[in-house]
Nanobody
Framework: QVQVMESGGGLVQAGGSLRLSCTAS????????LSWFRQSPGKEREGVAC??????STRYADSVQGRFTISRDGARVNLQMNGLKSEDTAVYYC???????????WGQGTQVTVSS
């Protein structure tokens, strides 16, 4: 059984930083591109960042470019979030691949709340 697990969410003041991490069991993470998505109440799910299998190529949503950094280390993918804004408040999800498809592997999500 595949399980994808995020950690590191929480409450932070605007301008602060958080680091999210994601691991998986029953799945060889190294075989996949990996990504972070987020969803706020009343909004559609948004792709935040994607990293390729080798960790050599990344891409970001315009809204987080220059503030967030995705990285991977073996069976873990991280999202370093700096300069957080209230609009970054959302549930953040880790996913296999970067397509955002329901058939990909998803975690349960971790809440990030940024207070202004």
């Amino acid at each position: 059984q595949v399980q994808v697990m995020e950690s590191g969410g929480g409450l932070v003041q605007a301008g602060g930083s958080l680091r999210l991490s994601c691991t998986a069991s029953g799945l060889i993470f190294e075989n996949y591109h990996l990504s972070w998505f987020r969803q706020s109440p009343g909004k559609e799910r948004e792709g935040v960042a994607c990293i390729d299998r080798r960790g050599s190529s990344t891409r970001y949503a315009d809204s987080v470019q220059g503030r967030f950094t995705i990285s991977r280390d073996g069976a873990r993918v991280n999202l370093q979030m700096n300069g957080l804004k209230s609009e970054d408040t959302a549930v953040y999800y880790c996913a296999s691949e970067c397509r955002g498809r329901s058939e990909d592997y998803w975690g349960q999500g971790t809440q990030v709340t940024v207070s202004s």
